[in-house]
């Protein structure tokens, strides 16, 4: 399926620009969104869940592309052709890692080292030179298989801290082939730390200079810009201004642009779900089984940035000084990910005990204060757990953005929940109308939840507008047509040497 970029030039203002009409764009990210599986001799396969696939799956509504990535483990050569021709119906391509790479570049490498790091926990960071070995292995696997599929002209959009080394590796061998006008743009899902932060990392020369080969480098905040920015100078030496970068320090570079891109959601999806049979049916049995109750919501993959003990001992200290006699529940959906790294069997282990003794300690025959699902729900359940709640509570420690603040609000036409939402995601930057919070403070986030279910129904209502008014403007397929028209737009790097 060939991308147009200007396919979607009229449904939105931001592609409008002067994307060319011939430019076929290209997604790289380190997983495929899909989970193969396997029935005798036929494969299928499911879309698998999480921030970025969502983000992309609304933008793949408004434009086409084809999407590059790993399959999530090797196959033999016999099935290789089989996965090929199913992915290719889908506008999807593979690059196959051997299990050992695979393990140490994403396990090893990706979530042992720069995701701690990038969320500003260098000590579960684990730096090992077989790990980084394998970063480096997995980077170039991906710039082979991208350089026997881009050609002339082609937009390359590669996400995330995955593959922080492919902008460079890749531009290399489109130069050694003679390509030409290729674009490469790269984003970053996570935040990007402050450069006091960053500089601990043992690469961090490789890692900059790795992303510096692309054109475009975005963020979803001007702090994460900013941060990145800062780091390029204090560790490399180079000149920036507010949004660029120049590649070899005391000028005669290459100029890289850097920008703000806050993703969003597809907030249409959520809508559309909530007139089903299906959600209506569902929402209707969570309302009686929670009638007399009010309802906090908390939805997060069980990963240790979205702080989820924080917000069990905040919800023990609501229960034990604010709920003035109201009978609260918390509804904590908790998905599994990422149960091979120690940290995370910690975590859940700690999550566990919580749960247990505040359920223990407030909990009587007829009420249990938390329901801990601590599994994926199917799609027409989380959304009518978000349209029941009377309070989404979101209390990352850091968060790149955090997506299921926008679920939430979007699913919130009825009832005008209120949200409260962590100071430390990104999302606090663009969701005016949530109570923002400090995640570390117990006290301040049981006394915001107390202050979210007393709210009056006309500040509830005001603040939802304005939260809603963001969230259906700022969607991902937005986000998406951002980045590419601004690619589209910047001058290819080679051709805009010295612009500072
Ligand atoms: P994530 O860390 O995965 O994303 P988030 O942005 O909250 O975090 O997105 C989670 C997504 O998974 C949401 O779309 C949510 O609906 C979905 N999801 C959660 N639980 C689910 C369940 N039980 N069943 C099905 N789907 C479920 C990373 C960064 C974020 C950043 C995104 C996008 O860590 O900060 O916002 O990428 O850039």
């Not at 983000?55 to 089989?82: C, H, I, N, Q």
């Not at 890692?97 to 926990?121: C, K, M, Q, R, V």
């Amino acid at each position: 399926m060939a991308t147009d970029a200007g396919d979607s030039a009229d449904a939105n203002p931001a592609l409008a620009a002067d994307a060319s009409p011939a430019a076929h764009l290209i997604v790289v990210s380190n997983r495929l969104p899909v989970t193969l599986e396997q029935k005798g001799s036929e494969w299928s396969f499911k879309l698998s869940s999480g921030g970025l696939v969502s983000a992309l799956s609304g933008l793949k509504r408004e434009m086409s592309f084809t999407w590059v990535g790993w399959p999530g483990k090797d196959f033999g050569a016999d099935d290789r052709d089989k996965i090929d021709r199913l992915l290719s119906e889908n506008a999807c391509s593979a690059v196959y890692l051997d299990d050992e790479t695979a393990e140490l570049y994403y396990n090893g490498f990706a979530n042992s080292i720069l995701w701690p790091l990038f969320h500003y926990h260098p000590g579960e960071m684990m730096f090992e030179e077989t790990a980084w070995d394998a970063y480096q292995r997995a980077n170039a696997a991906f710039a082979e298989a991208l350089a026997r599929v881009v050609k002339d002209g082609d937009l390359v959009w590669i996400q995330d801290y995955h593959l922080m080394l492919l902008p460079r590796m890749l531009r290399a061998l489109l130069d050694a082939s003679g390509r030409r006008g290729v674009k490469i743009g790269w984003f970053l899902h996570t935040p990007f730390p402050s450069s006091e932060l960053y500089r601990i990392l043992p690469v961090r020369r490789q890692i900059l200079e790795g992303v510096l080969a692309a054109d475009l480098l975005g963020f979803h905040t001007y702090d994460y810009a900013r941060h990145f920015l800062s780091s390029c100078t204090r560790i490399l030496g180079l000149a920036t201004t507010g949004d660029a970068v120049e590649t070899a320090a005391g000028g005669g570079g290459r100029v890289v642009r850097v920008g703000t891109f806050p993703i969003g959601i597809d907030p249409d999806k959520f809508r559309d779900a909530l007139q089903t049979d299906e959600v209506r049916t569902r929402l209707g049995e969570l309302e009686r089984r929670f009638a007399g109750e009010r309802v906090i919501v908390g939805v997060d993959r069980l990963d240790y940035i979205k702080g989820v003990p924080q917000k069990l001992l905040a919800f023990e200290q609501f229960l034990s000084t604010h709920s003035g006699g109201e009978r609260v529940v918390l509804v904590q959906v908790a998905v599994p990910s990422r149960g091979d790294v120690e940290e995370y069997r910690q975590l859940i282990t700690s999550v566990n005990e919580l749960v247990g003794r505040i359920n223990g300690r407030f909990g009587t025959i007829e009420y249990t204060p938390i329901h801990f699902l601590h599994r994926s729900v199917a799609f027409s359940e989380l959304v009518a757990l978000y349209a029941v709640a009377d309070v989404c509570l979101v209390t990352s420690t850091r968060d790149g953005m955090n997506l299921v603040s926008y679920e939430y609000v979007a699913s919130q036409a009825q009832r005008h929940g209120v949200l409260v939402l962590s100071e430390f995601a990104g999302a606090a930057q663009s969701l005016d109308g949530a109570v923002i919070v400090n995640s570390w403070n117990i006290e301040e986030v049981a006394g915001a939840v107390a202050l979210a279910l007393a709210m009056a129904p006309a500040q509830r209502e005001a603040s939802f507008r304005t939260l809603h008014r963001y969230v259906a403007k700022h969607t991902a397929a937005y986000w998406g047509t951002s980045f590419i028209a601004e690619l589209t737009r910047v001058r290819h790097a080679a051709d805009a040497a010295a612009l500072l």
